[in-house]
């Protein structure tokens, strides 16, 4: 187990325990008392990406549980890929919900947190509450890399493409895209891996950028850019925008990626292929109330991709914050929290 003694700067983080759940220890940072919320973190994210969303929501009532998910911060780093699939992922909130004697919770989960939060409804639903997700529409059958909205400015003139939720999405996506995009390139081999891990500091800073320009601008930029080849390729010598980071956030991050790697999180999405098939026989309707935040200018995770998600989220509400990349709780915290906690006291006022 690792040493928590510098775990817990900057102060701005509860203090952090260790919870046995699913047979790994998750890393779990807990205030306040009230309805529970579990925040589920993204790639590359920590517990830590939540801490302008926990001092508002203690105050607003709550009780809220943030961990290191599996692979990240001080969390454990099993080493199998098949380690990190859907039913692990999701065993690992249940269980931390076991273990702190949480019978039902509200997630809430950023980037692959927000794939998180969704799935749990689905594998989970006796044990959800309700859903928050910020960026991450809820796309079924993992078909989210495929939606026509990212495709399309990647064919070639004239040609179409529709996925097919009965086929392999990695597999599709290679019908598409080239192999340096970013979730083909995490499937083959550990390249990426190796050209990130080399240097954690400019791997964090150049992803955590904001003020990239908008979804219309960025479809008229150069082929790479559409095919998305964004992680495991050299850093630029000048990075685009600004950073989302101060230096000593930035710091931190780098402090926990640079124990653990960016390996272990990367195997998330080599199970892609794994939890489609887990997924196949599962009705994807989410029927717990549910909360989507989108990003005005996220490129990737699209606010025009919520558009027919109510066919299969029906208890829906939706918002776009505007002038906000991808790092919503980061880019955005205020605006974020008074429409989460507005929802929350809609839905789940504490008494």
């Known amino acids: 187990m690792p040493s928590l003694s510098w775990a817990t700067e900057p102060t701005v983080m509860p203090p952090v325990r260790m919870v046995e759940t699913n047979g790994i220890n998750l890393a779990v940072y807990e205030a306040g008392a009230g309805p529970a919320i579990v925040l589920l973190h993204g790639f590359p994210g920590l517990a830590f990406t939540w801490r302008h969303q926990i001092p508002a929501l203690v105050d607003a009532g709550y009780r809220v ?88 400015p990647v064919l070639p003139e004239g040609q179409d493409f529709m996925a097919d939720p009965h086929v392999d999405p990695v597999a599709q996506m290679q019908e598409v895209y080239s192999p340096q995009m970013y979730v083909l390139m995490f499937q083959d081999g550990r390249a990426a891996d190796d050209i990130m891990n080399r240097d954690v500091r400019g791997t964090l800073r150049g992803a955590m950028r904001k003020d990239l320009g908008t979804p219309e601008g960025w479809d008229s930029l150069p082929q790479a850019v559409l095919n998305m080849e964004y992680y495991g390729q050299p850093a630029s010598a000048e990075l685009p925008g600004n950073d989302v980071l101060t230096s000593a956030e930035l710091d931190y991050y780098v402090r926990h990626f640079e124990r653990t790697g960016f390996t272990p999180a990367i195997h998330w999405y080599r199970n892609i292929t794994r939890n489609w098939e887990a997924g196949l026989d599962i009705d994807q309707t989410v029927r717990v109330p549910s909360l989507m935040v989108a990003a005005a200018n996220d490129v990737v995770l699209r606010p025009s991709m919520m558009d027919g998600m109510d066919a299969h989220v029906p208890d829906l509400e939706t918002h776009v914050l505007a002038d906000t990349w991808h790092w919503t709780p980061e880019e955005k915290p205020e605006e974020l929290n008074r429409l989460v906690i507005a929802w929350l006291e809609q839905r789940y006022a504490p008494h």
């Open 65 to 152: 549980i943030v961990p290191d998910l599996r692979g990240y911060g001080l969390s454990d780093t099993p080493t199998a890929i098949e380690d990190y699939d859907i039913a692990q992922l999701t065993g690992d909130v249940a269980g931390l919900m076991d273990a702190l004697d949480v019978e039902k919770a509200v997630v809430m989960g950023h980037d692959w947190g927000g794939l998180l939060a969704w799935q749990m409804a689905l594998f989970h639903e006796e044990r959800i509450a309700g859903v928050i997700s910020l960026n991450t529409p809820h796309i079924p059958h993992w078909m989210l890399w495929l939606h026509p909205d990212l495709v399309n």
